[in-house]
């Protein structure tokens, strides 16, 4: 009798290694768990972050405003009869008299 009982507990044991340590075992199952709700936590910024560029683009090429926009702080651009003043951060030290702040006068008239 307790021979049957060892080998039946053994059986049992053989029986369960696969459930638990095998290729689809729950250890498996929860481990794909917590990688799903990472990849489905980076989808989301991305999908996010691509929601945002297709507004920008839509923007970009319905809209004369956002081109304005980008042009005047990417690229510097003033309208003609506007005055451009830049003025640059006081460095620590005193600064020079001359080349502190520039400034840009374009008028058609």
């Known amino acids: 009798m307790r021979i049957l009982a060892v080998v039946l507990s053994g059986l049992l044991i053989l029986i369960q290694y696969p459930l638990w340590l095998g290729k689809g075992g729950w250890l498996r199952v929860w ?3 917590r ?6 936590a980076a989808n989301g910024r991305l ?5 945002a560029l297709a507004a920008e683009v839509a923007d970009l090429r319905e809209g004369m405003r956002a081109v304005e926009e980008r042009a005047r702080y990417d690229l510097g651009m003033v309208r003609p009869g506007e005055i451009f003043v ?9 600064p020079a008299v001359t080349g502190e702040i520039r400034t840009a006068a374009t ?3």
């Open 31 to 33: 481990e794909l768990d």
């Open 47 to 51: 999908s996010a972050r691509n929601e």
């Open 107 to 109: 008028r058609l008239d």
């Open 35 to 40: 990688q799903l709700v990472q990849q489905r």
């Open 86 to 94: 830049q003025i640059n951060e006081t460095p620590t030290r005193m």
